[in-house]
T-cell receptor, first 113, second 116 residues
Framework: DQQVKQNSPSLSVQEGRISILNCDYT??????FLWYKKYPAEGPTFLIS?????DKNEDGRFTVFLNKSAKHLSLHIVPSQPGDSAVYFC????????????FGSGTQLTVLP | ETGVTQTPRHLVMGMTNKKSLKCEQH?????MYWYKQSAKKPLELMFV???????ENNSVPSRFSPECPNSSHLFLHLHTLQPEDSALYLC???????????????FGEGSWLTVV
């Protein structure tokens, strides 16, 4: 049973517009959430994170929103750039565990010039 | 330059071969991980090492054998693999601790494994 789900395997957005990537989770014990970005032939790189005590975290063009009641988080990229084209993984963790992350299956974002 | 380096980047092996994947982290972390990424599947955690001690084995078949000689190095020894084991194998590291917001995992670039 997948505890972290990214239901959209792919998303295409025009350059300059907003990209919204979604993630749902089922385990209410998760209290820390991360987004990773992965280019082909490279390992995932950390992008942005949010603790469950917050509902928003912003870093430049990237903003992550957390809705705990809906067990949903989203990553907004504004404005989207062609270099943002990559696979985006959502991940979640339970504090006090061995700090492993549970990952979603990823969403391929394509930003069209 | 990535703080986590993996070699080889690509490996093709027969089902009767024995090979090893190597990982080295230069970040001073004390936890290291092996993940497997198959096409269109979530990243699967395979093994976790904290301070050189294996703390988790996620029901990984014995044909995968990890080794962690020190906090900076991690190996994955491969023996009699199956074609379905073909995947991207990712090494990662993090700093363990009690803070909620810390412990971000940093990944290497991965080793693409093809079993023929």
């Amino acid at each position: 049973d997948q505890q972290v789900k990214q239901n959209s395997p792919s998303l295409s957005v025009q350059e300059g517009r907003i990209s919204i990537l979604n993630c749902d989770y089922t385990n209410s014990m998760f209290d820390y959430f991360l987004w990773y970005k992965k280019y082909p032939a490279e390992g995932p790189t950390f992008l942005i994170s949010i603790s469950s005590i917050k509902d928003k975290n912003e870093d430049g063009r990237f903003t992550v929103f957390l809705n705990k009641s809906a067990k949903h988080l989203s990553l907004h990229i504004v404005p989207s750039q062609p270099g943002d084209s990559a696979v985006y993984f959502c991940a979640a963790r339970i504090s006090g565990s061995a700090r492993q992350l549970t990952f979603g299956s990823g969403t391929q974002l394509t930003v069209l010039p | 330059e990535t703080g986590v380096t993996q070699t080889p980047r690509h490996l093709v092996m027969g089902m009767t071969n024995k090979k090893s994947l190597k990982c080295e982290q230069h970040l001073g972390h004390n936890a290291m991980y092996w993940y497997k990424q198959s096409a269109k599947k979530p990243l699967e955690l395979m093994f976790v090492y904290n301070f050189k001690e294996q703390t988790e084995n996620n029901s990984v078949p014995s044909r995968f054998s990890p080794e962690c000689p020190n906090s900076s190095h991690l190996f994955l020894h491969l023996h009699t693999l199956q074609p379905e084991d073909s995947a991207l194998y990712l090494c990662a590291s993090s700093q363990t601790g009690r803070s909620v917001s810390g412990n971000t995992i940093y990944f290497g670039e991965g080793s693409w494994l093809t079993v023929v």
